[in-house]
């Protein structure tokens, strides 16, 4: 079946480094994916997705990359900052009943230690 | 806050208890999501309703049961569970279901006893 293959699972960095968090799919046909960040005690919340027809991102300090021929996208923090520190999902879009990419199908995650 | 809201934050339950876990969505969304997140584990999607109907079911055992009364309103219904069935339980909503933003809850964090 689909997978999503993210790495590292961990990841340390001094404060006002980068990160980067890098994610792989197996189904071609995806064309969405988000990234969502995961607090302690909170629910995943978006920070930026992108879709098939770009290849890259940019949000402030928070960009993604996609590489559609060889299915694969990352995500990349600069200037990283103490509040970082978190669990970061990267998703695929899979088919859903009705035949479009409605589902998303996650990692296993990425715990990110920003040390200040 | 995303919009979407989840009762109760944490319940712990014996194996014969019935529970009902609630979601709620203030964002006019017509999907909702049942996911379960256990540790070391992807998220795992378990039901999707779309326009309050059942669309989907991810091969989920039959002592968790959806009901999704109106477009807004979620629950999951909990009956014998195992103990490996303790996790958080995450409700989401998007506009529809064909490549939509998912906005997910604060979760439901269950154990069982």
Redesign the interface.
């Not at chain 1, 005690?41 to 978006?46: F, S, W």
């Not at chain 1, 479009?100 to 995650?109: A, C, M, R, T, Y």
């Given at each position: 079946g689909e997978n999503?293959e993210q790495h590292p699972s961990t990841l340390s960095v001094q404060e006002g480094d980068s990160a980067v968090i890098k994610c792989t799919y197996s189904d071609s046909a995806s064309?969405?994916f988000?990234w969502?960040k995961q607090e302690l005690?909170?629910?995943?919340?978006?920070i930026i997705?992108i879709?098939s027809n770009v290849g890259e991102k940019k949000d402030q300090r928070i960009a993604v990359t996609l590489n559609k021929t060889a299915k694969h996208f990352s995500l990349h923090i600069t200037e990283t900052q103490p509040e970082d520190s978190a669990v970061y999902?990267c998703a695929a879009?899979i088919k859903?009943?009705?035949g479009?990419?409605?589902?998303?199908?996650?990692?296993?995650?990425t715990k990110l230690s920003v040390k200040p | 806050e995303t919009g979407v809201t989840q009762t109760p934050r944490h319940l712990v339950m014996g194996m014969t208890n019935k529970k009902s876990l609630k979601c709620e969505q203030h964002l006019g969304h017509n999907a909702m999501y049942w996911y379960k997140q256990s540790a070391k584990k992807p998220l795992e999607l378990m039901f999707v309703y779309s326009l309050e109907e059942r669309v989907e079911n991810n091969s989920v055992p039959s002592r968790f049961s959806p009901e999704c009364p109106n477009s807004s309103h979620l629950f999951l219904h909990l009956h014998t569970l195992q103990p490996e069935d303790s996790a958080l339980y995450l409700c989401a909503s998007s506009q529809g279901t064909r490549e939509e933003t998912q906005y997910f809850g604060p979760g439901t964090r269950l154990t069982v006893l």
């Open positions: 999503v064309n969405y988000p969502y005690g909170k629910g995943p919340q978006l997705d879709r999902f879009s859903n009943y009705g479009s990419q409605g589902n998303l199908i996650f990692g296993k995650g | -």
